[in-house]
């Protein structure tokens, strides 16, 4: 005689063990029942798709009690029966529901608020009903089948809509103050008033709640563009230094009108996404005005854990923004501002729109005047004249004179590209015919062993790490103090390397006295001296390159992809199991693998010093070249490449300030699986931008073409100081050992990742993102 076991099910237990996966802290909690007060106000008030005034919600937090109450459209007793308390069900999907504008869809109900409440209260009276409903629900009691939720009708003393009141357990607590930083970025611009313990904190307009006071801009254009199905009216207005905000309006879909604006506002911060105003999540957007503000578009769909947005609303709004940066460039090119942005300079050579260089001033010689490229022909007259890269005054004053002109192109990227396309496309005009010349080129008989080593070294370097199949490295002796000079003939790549340079010299001592360290130091001289000569020839800085890097990296994601989907089946799981449609194992198993984004943690075992982990880099004798650089205006770079060592670090700090790190004193390393399945794009010429704020640390690298694009977004536990909320683009300082990949940390934001009482846990989320031209 055999025996069976029954199964049982502590309930309680359960609800908040997967309620938890959905609301995993009272602030979620809150924002998602305020979510859901704000639906209500807006199926009442604009069931017609128009709202209407007289909508309000109040939010009141008393110790462990939130009492959160609207005057929406309330509930009937089959509303709060069959959609409110029936988990996995949501009456979202209706017609009416859809013309209202209601930001929810998901239909996770009240159970959810179970992972942080031990009582749920329920107090609603339907639009047009004339009694009232109550209903009162407490974790622990809560049985699967069982009428265990009290509910009662009663006469009504309040007018339509709903009181919720949630009891928070004793492991959970909010602090006003607490509720009022967290709540603000997602109802800030409701257009329904919402008050917090009494205060205001909605209604206000998007330019009104940008970083930069609105008042400083002034329209200069507007322009009507369409891309892929999109369009919109782009309004451009600026600042005095051409600094771009761009309100988007009259937004269609397919031919369509849809009700949607956008506010962005160059180096703006994050971008946050909305619909009908409520916040949603950031959109990752890379661009080189790099758009902050908001975008309130109605195909914006978030994850179910409502903390990111789904790929094809990233596709969709990175259109809009990419034609934003459209209408900017062009409008702006007409101005006499166009000659101060270095945004519009770096779109024109992004995308070879060169026509709109014409405002673009340059440095003319003998009289040293700046004359805007559309005026250089009336300028010089007959004269003869000729453009010059360099900086040898030696050249200036032998062709400057009163019979010709020199037109000499800023050091400084992109301003540089974008002067001598229009000087060579446009214009038509020479270069300065003396340019640097070998002198004496030296042959194998000539050098000294240790010389022999970095002419070797170098071009290896340059074959197996830049992917330069046929080149040629030699010593010479350069005209003009030049220290490297290339030329590209029949497919082959010769570089120069001038026999006196002060670069060489460190180098010869370290080969014939470090010889440990001289691999790595010649990885730095190629990477800060040579790198930025040849950069039009490595292939992965032109777009056939970009071509062979992206399915390099599409190969390694399929040998270690794992089968997962977007967390917006967690939906159903809750209400699958109290139907009986999934078994308590499954269940679990499937919270389990759609719970959160990737976790990274960091213990102060993980935290090393790079003197110690990575040694000899801060001994470098390789430094950049102070001509190379502009101060704030960065170009695509490689990586530091220290592939021969290993660190199990996951943190890296420095005693010093050093140059090659580009004074950078903290540098994060990314997570494992990015590690395993992006490492190639960090291999190639980058540019790195950070931006920060609220919770979120967001890195943006694009490669040198812009074409592909790597975000890596860092969801901290904490709130980020307000005053310190900022970001922009930082001069490109990976590391790449044999085992991690390390980026570097602002300073304002080195607090955040220290180490402190214990073990620093993050949530990390990463994609490759293919801009739009």
């Known amino acids: 005689m055999t025996e069976g076991i029954v199964f049982q099910v502590e309930t309680s237990r359960v609800l908040q063990i997967l309620a938890k996966e959905i609301y995993d802290s009272p602030l979620a909690m809150l924002r998602e029942n305020v979510q859901n007060a704000y639906d209500a106000v807006r199926e009442r008030f604009a069931a017609t798709g128009t709202l209407q005034p007289g909508g309000r919600v109040d939010i009141h937090i008393d110790g462990n009690q939130v009492v959160i109450s609207d005057n929406g459209i309330g509930m009937t007793e089959t509303v709060l029966k069959q959609n409110f308390w029936n988990a996995g069900s949501s009456g979202k999907h209706s017609e009416r529901a859809r013309t209202a504008g209601v930001v929810g869809t998901f239909g996770i109900g009240a159970m959810a608020n179970f992972g942080v409440c031990s009582k749920l209260e329920i107090a609603t009276r339907a639009a047009g009903g004339n009694i009232a409903l109550i209903s ?127 506010a962005l506002l160059q180096a703006g911060g994050q971008l946050m996404g909305l619909r009908s105003f409520f916040g949603l999540a950031p959109i990752p957007a890379a661009g080189n005005y790099q758009f902050g503000g908001f975008a309130n578009l109605p195909f914006l769909q978030p994850t179910a854990g409502r903390d990111a947005l789904s790929r094809d609303s990233i596709d969709r709004a990175s259109v809009l923004i990419s034609l934003a940066e459209k209408a900017s460039s062009e409008i702006l090119a007409d101005t006499t501002l166009a000659d101060r942005s270095n945004a519009l300079l770096a779109w024109i050579a992004g995308n070879n729109r060169y026509d709109l260089a014409k405002r673009i001033t340059i440095l003319v010689h003998p009289k040293e005047d700046n004359i805007a490229l559309e005026d250089i022909k009336e300028y010089v007259g007959t004269h003869q004249s000729y453009y010059y890269t360099g900086n040898d005054r030696s050249i200036i004053g032998t062709f400057a004179g009163d019979e010709s002109f ?152 399929e040998l270690v992809r794992v089968e997962e989907t977007d967390r917006g089946d967690l939906e159903g799981i809750l209400g699958d199991y109290l139907s009986g449609e999934a078994s308590f194992s499954a269940v679990l198993q499937t919270a389990r693998a759609k719970s959160r984004p990737q976790t990274q943690r960091v213990s102060a075992e993980q935290v090393g010093t790079i003197e110690k982990e990575v040694p000899g880099l801060t001994d470098s004798p390789v430094r950049p070249e102070p001509e190379t650089g502009s101060g704030q205006e960065f170009i695509a770079a490689p990586p530091i490449v220290r592939d021969s060592i290993s660190s199990n670090m996951k943190i890296l700090t420095t005693g010093g300030k050093y140059p090659l790190l580009n004074q950078f004193t903290m540098f994060l390393a990314l997570s494992d699986r990015l590690m395993k399945t992006e490492a190639e794009f960090f291999h190639v010429p980058h540019t790195t931008r950070i931006l920060w704020g609220g919770h979120r640390v967001v890195y943006i690298f694009t490669e040198a073409t812009e074409r592909l694009s790597l975000y890596y977004d860092i969801e901290m536990k904490n709130s980020i100081d307000r005053q310190n909320t900022g970001g922009g683009m930082f001069p490109t300082t990976t590391l790449i050992t044999k085992s991690r990949i390390f980026v570097p940390v602002p300073t304002m934001l080195e607090q955040e990742f220290q180490v402190a009482g214990g073990p620093k846990e993050f949530f990390v989320r990463f994609d490759l993102l293919t801009n739009r031209t």
């Open 136 to 262: 009162v629900a407490e974790r622990d009691t809560l049985k699967i089948g069982e009428e265990c939720i009290a509910f009662r009708t009663v006469t009504p003393e309040r007018e339509a809509g709903t009181v919720l009141t949630a009891t928070l357990d004793s492991s959970n607590s909010i602090l006003a103050h607490q509720a009022k930083a967290y709540l603000v970025p997602y109802v800030s611009l409701l257009p329904v008033p919402v008050y917090l313990n009494d205060e205001l904190i909605s209604t206000r307009s998007m330019n009104d709640a940008l970083p930069s006071p609105v008042r400083a801009y002034s329209p200069i254009g507007n322009k009507r563009l369409e891309q892929q199905g999109l369009g919109a009216l782009f309004s451009i207005s600026a600042d005095s230094n051409g600094q771009i905000l761009a309100n988007v309006t009259d937004i269609t879909v397919g031919g369509q009108a849809i009700d949607g604006e956008m």
């Open 406 to 557: 020199i037109l000499q192109v800023s050091p400084n990227q992109p301003r540089r590209k974008v002067q001598q396309q229009y000087l060579v496309s446009v214009l038509q005009i020479p270069q300065v015919p003396n340019s640097a010349q070998v002198i004496r080129e030296y042959s194998g008989t000539d050098l000294e062993l240790s010389e022999a080593s970095i002419l070797f070294r170098v071009a290896g370097i340059l074959r197996d790490d830049y992917l330069i199949p046929e080149v040629e490295v030699v010593f010479a002796d350069i005209s003009h103090k030049v220290s490297i000079l290339p030329e590209h003939r029949s497919g082959l790549l010769k570089i120069y390397l001038d026999r006196r340079s002060s670069a060489i010299a460190p180098l010869l001592e370290v080969q014939t006295t470090a010889y440990e360290l001289f691999s790595q130091f010649m990885k730095d001289y190629v990477r800060v001296n040579v790198y930025p000569r040849i950069q039009q020839f490595v292939p992965s800085s032109t777009k056939g390159g970009v071509e062979a890097l992206r399915k390099i990296l599409l190969r390694s994601r």
